[in-house]
Every structure is written in structure tokens, then in C-alpha cells.
């Protein structure tokens, strides 16, 4: 069964970074399709970014497009979540998410596995 663990979270100022990591604590990420949600407050949670296990291609939601960055490390069995010019619309809990197949899909319900969350906070 996969188990991934999130870190990285913490708080930032409006404009600064952080990357996220997420690994299988069971298993290896590399057979995977991973992506990255995120859930406000009071908000649904969404897609943020996914890297398919096939191609290596990553996608990006329009919001974070340009500041963000997906990638994985095959070698360390890491997936990372580089985040540059945070704003405080940014601010929530991110989730590590696998799928077992197939190409990077948008919707929460195409993943089979998700972490436990790692909090993002950006102040202004």
C-alpha cells in the first residue's frame, strides 16, 4: 500500500519560497503518477500540479503556472513541490496525491493515495 509523507510546509512572507517533499514510505514513488493538491479553509480542495510516472511531463494550474515547480527524484524516491513568489492567496494545506496509472488528471477522485497534509502560510 502507499503511504506518502508530506514536509516542507511552515510560514513564509509574501514573496518568499518553499519546497514541499512527499515520498512513499512503503514503496517507491517512481511507478506513480503524483500530484499536488491544496486545500483554504472553507475551500474545496484543488489541483495544483502533477508529473505523470511514464514521461515525466508535469502540468500546472493556471494560479501557480510559472512559480511553481514539480519534479521527482527517482534515485531518493522524492517528489518536490518548489514554490517561488508564495502569496498569501497560497496559504493552505497542501497534500501529496499518487495515482497508479495513467497520465496527470486534475480531479481528487483520479487519486488513489494521498498524504497527510503539510501546512503552507504566507503572511503579507
Known amino acids: 500500500q502507499v503511504q506518502l509523507v508530506e514536509s516542507g510546509g511552515g510560514l513564509v512572507q509574501d514573496g518568499g519560497s518553499l519546497r514541499l517533499s512527499c515520498t512513499d514510505s512503503?514503496?517507491?514513488?517512481?511507478?506513480?503518477?503524483m500530484g499536488w493538491f491544496r486545500q483554504a479553509p472553507g475551500k474545496e480542495r484543488e489541483f495544483v500540479a502533477g508529473?505523470?510516472?511514464?514521461?515525466?511531463?508535469?502540468h500546472y494550474a493556471g494560479s501557480v503556472k510559472g512559480r511553481f515547480t514539480i519534479s521527482r527524484d527517482n534515485a531518493k524516491n522524492m517528489v518536490y513541490l518548489q514554490m517561488n513568489s508564495l502569496k498569501p492567496e497560497d496559504t493552505a494545506v497542501y497534500y501529496c496525491?499518487?495515482?497508479?496509472?495513467?497520465?496527470?488528471?486534475?480531479?481528487?477522485?483520479?487519486?488513489?493515495?494521498w498524504g497527510q497534509g503539510t501546512q503552507v502560510t504566507v503572511s503579507s
Open positions: 496525491a499518487a495515482r497508479i496509472s495513467g497520465v496527470v488528471l486534475t480531479t481528487t477522485l483520479a487519486y488513489d493515495s
Open positions: 512503503g514503496r517507491t514513488v517512481i511507478s506513480y503518477t
Open positions: 508529473i505523470s510516472w511514464s514521461d515525466g511531463i508535469a
